[in-house]
């Protein structure tokens, strides 16, 4: 098959909604199917410079970005400014984002469309405008149940629900939790809102108050933030190898989002035998269970965080068992399975 993702815009920065569709364009490629992604490229640079010169830089971006993630060379990067710029060549193009919805939907081409909804998008437009992007005629895929509810309630029928996966080969543990320092932390930081960065850098202030020596990595996609600066570890877009290198270094893994479509980096964390702190978003649903694999709290209280990682440095063996739990867990969402199940579904 001949099958290309639409992506919103060039993936410069990691992120684990571009990361996915990268997973699966890799997979795909491997198993004798052409592979192109495009980046959405209209609004790049959009008032600074005429239009030609942002289609010209826009198609240099497009050939060197991810530098954050190894793309196989089977698979194809293209700058799409305009439907002109999309082949119709495809068996498949799959919409990833609200504003890809509706470019792909408008294309002229007697393929396949479907839609790979991965999040609840209302941090990029209003709330009417992605209801009306679930109301568009493309077979719509998602990643968690709480996704799939609300794009059924909206439609009326039940999308698929292929639930993310990760890469066992890269994360996994390497270290066994107490062989860590006991006051260790990883957490990753995102300036959107809705990641809740700010209450986690909270839960750091009270952490390092009462535990000088503590060890606290953060991993990042812009500069370090000045309420870090001196207090942490900060790497800036670093590769998956290297968060799995850091994860294997910590006790507790924290997050603090908000809201998530899924959650990727604790499931990571799991992976890699951390012992996980987590809000109660609706994402992290997908694979926590407070007490047995994780410790939830409701999202935005920081001392409940804070009190959640301080029980996981006292304690080795809540510790070890949340850790053993975790990793168990993990297995289940093996990449190879759900790689597979995703290229079935285009078929």
């Not at 060549?89 to 393929?111: E, G, R």
Request: charged residues 25%; hydrophobic residues 35%.
């Amino acid at each position: 098959m001949n099958i290309a993702f639409v992506l919103p815009n060039i993936q410069r920065k990691p992120g684990g909604g571009a990361k996915v569709v990268f997973q699966y364009a890799n997979y795909i490629g491997k198993n004798r199917n052409t592979v192109t992604i495009y980046y959405m490229t209209d609004r790049f640079l959009k008032g600074k410079l005429p239009d030609g010169i942002r289609r010209k830089i826009g198609q240099i971006y497009s050939c060197v970005c991810p530098n954050w993630y190894r793309l196989d060379r089977n698979v194809t990067c293209k700058a799409a400014f305009d439907e002109s710029d999309i082949s119709n060549k495809h068996d498949v193009i799959i919409a990833t984002a609200v504003m890809t919805a509706f470019f792909v939907d408008k294309l002229p081409y007697k393929c396949k469309k479907f839609y790979f909804i991965q999040g609840f998008e209302t941090f990029y437009t209003s709330e009417a405008e992605v209801f009306r992007s679930y109301r568009l005629n493309l077979k719509k895929i998602v990643i968690s149940k709480w996704l799939q509810h609300i794009v059924s309630e909206c439609t009326g029928y039940v999308p698929q629900l292929i639930s993310n996966g990760i890469d066992l080969s890269v994360f996994n543990t390497k270290v066994e939790i107490l062989k860590r320092s006991r006051h260790s932390i990883v957490f990753h930081y995102r300036e959107a809102p809705l990641k809740g960065c700010e209450y986690g850098i909270m839960v750091i202030e009270h952490l390092i108050e009462k535990y000088p020596d503590i060890e606290i990595n953060v991993v990042g996609n812009v500069s370090c933030p000045s309420t870090l600066k001196g207090k942490c570890k900060y790497y800036k877009n670093i590769t998956e190898h290297e968060v799995a290198d850091i994860n294997n270094r910590a006790r507790v893994f924290m997050c603090t989002s908000i809201e998530e479509g899924f959650g990727l980096p604790g499931l990571e964390a799991m992976a890699c035998g951390c012992a996980l702190v987590t809000t109660d978003f609706e994402g992290s649903r997908e694979y926590t269970n407070n007490g047995i694999n994780a410790l939830v709290c409701s999202p935005r209280d920081s001392r409940s965080l804070t009190d959640n990682v301080i029980k996981l440095f006292e304690d080795d063996n809540m510790a070890c068992q949340l850790s053993k739990n975790a990793i168990d867990t993990a297995k289940k969402f093996d990449l190879r399975k759900t790689t597979q199940l995703f290229l079935e579904s285009l078929t």
